[in-house]
């Protein structure tokens, strides 16, 4: 079982409709990363939190450390916010010293 | 700032071949990741370098990967000889601190370069 889980895996939304990812971790982190992948393969970092919640422009994201849990939340979504959103625990075995333990990935697409 | 620079960005090699890839971190970051991502999956770490040292590469099949770091800032991972299941994204990340010296409050944001993407036929 991975360390990361993530939900869904695969989301189809129309233009402005809200989005929710969901991540579960089953292992003590330090923070969460929410990175946003493109088709080129490029990784950009969105949020990196460890409690409570974080909004920068229409990304929102919360974590729960006692549940375990983190969320990323699009409002207004877009079609160039079609990505794939991965989750990753700073901490777990799969990260290293220091590395981080990736979730698979959310493929997003959004509609116009 | 410039960020990671990766090269290069995608290599088409045969089974059993010799491949190479190359990574600059962002300049002053003592932290340089080497990331696998295979096809819908997450990236997973393979070694992990603070300076020109290795920290972790607990997951770098060792058989026909080698990565170094000599003068503690470029990096390059190599694949020799490669198989078909290598075919992957391959990711450099860096990070400012090591991860003994993060602070309290201050988390040690990776970031990451554009990737290699390797497909070996």
């Known amino acids: 079982k991975n360390e990361v889980e993530q939900s869904p895996q695969n989301l189809t939304a129309q233009e402005g409709e809200f989005i929710t990812i969901n991540c579960s971790y089953s292992v003590g982190i330090s923070a969460l990363h929410w990175l946003q992948q493109h088709p080129g393969g490029g990784i950009v970092s969105l949020f990196m939190l460890s409690s409570g919640k974080k909004k920068h422009g229409r990304l929102i994201a919360t974590i729960n450390i006692q549940e375990k849990h983190s969320s990323l939340h699009i409002t207004a979504s877009h079609p160039r916010d079609s990505a794939v959103y991965i989750c990753?625990?700073?901490?777990?075995?799969?990260?290293?010293?220091?590395?981080?333990?990736f979730g698979k990935g959310t493929h997003l697409i959004i509609q116009p | 700032e410039a960020g990671v620079a990766q090269s290069p960005r995608y290599k088409i090699i045969e089974k059993r071949q010799s491949v190479a890839f190359w990574c600059n971190p962002i300049s002053g970051h003592a932290t340089l990741y080497w990331y696998q991502q295979i096809l819908g999956q997450g990236p997973k770490l393979l070694i992990q370098?603070?300076?020109?040292?290795?920290?972790?590469d607990s997951q770098l099949p060792k058989d026909r990967f080698s990565a170094e770091r000599l003068k503690g800032v470029d990096s390059t991972l190599k694949i020799q000889p490669a198989k078909l299941e290598d075919s992957a994204v391959y990711l450099c990340?860096?990070?400012?601190?090591?991860?003994?010296?993060?602070?309290?409050?201050?988390?040690?944001?990776?970031?990451f370069g554009p990737g290699t993407r390797l497909t070996v036929l």
């Open positions: 370098f603070q300076n020109n040292g290795v920290v972790d």
């Open positions: 990753a625990a700073l901490g777990g075995s799969g990260g290293g010293a220091d590395g981080l333990t």
């Open positions: 990340a860096s990070s400012l601190m090591p991860g003994w010296a993060r602070l309290r409050v201050q988390w040690n944001e990776q970031f």
